[in-house]
């Protein structure tokens, strides 16, 4: 799984390029939020049509407990369990309201798929 600002699709060559990949999250102050994350995601081995649920989550530094930020609904339908099926998901204006770290987590039901924690930080550098 990769966080990025974005994902650009070539129409010609068909290729994407992922733009910016997101390590940390850096505001100037809390709380904030972020006007766009891009969330791309590739699975394999699936079988048929395959809700899935992306949700991002703060995690509480001090106790451990997830806070559900958002949640994504998706449909995916895999023809053929041996290619590589792209999910990609765009996040508005994610609310960030500390230094708590966030989880993306891509689930089905039969359980979690794979997850990303990303760390978030004070601009320490920024005057405002």
């Not at 799984?1 to 390590?23: C, E, F, K, P, Y």
């Not at 099926?85 to 996040?91: C, D, N, P, S």
Request: charge should be negative; proline fraction near 6%; aromatic fraction near 4%.
């Amino acid at each position: 799984m990769i966080v990025a600002n974005d994902v650009v699709l070539d129409r010609v060559t068909g290729q994407a390029s992922i733009l910016g990949i997101i390590h940390d999250l850096v505001a100037p102050g809390f709380p904030a939020a972020r006007p766009r994350l891009v969330v791309w995601a590739e699975l394999i081995g699936g079988h048929g049509a395959m809700p899935l649920l992306l949700a991002t989550m703060r995690i509480d530094g001090s106790t451990g407990a997830e806070h559900v930020l958002t949640e994504v609904r998706l449909r995916a339908r895999f023809d053929d369990p041996r290619r590589v099926l792209v999910v990609v998901v765009t996040i508005d204006d994610m609310p960030l309201a500390g230094t708590d770290d966030i989880l993306f987590r891509l689930s089905c039901p039969q359980g979690t798929i794979m997850e990303r924690r990303i760390r978030v930080m004070v601009d320490e550098e920024d005057p405002g």
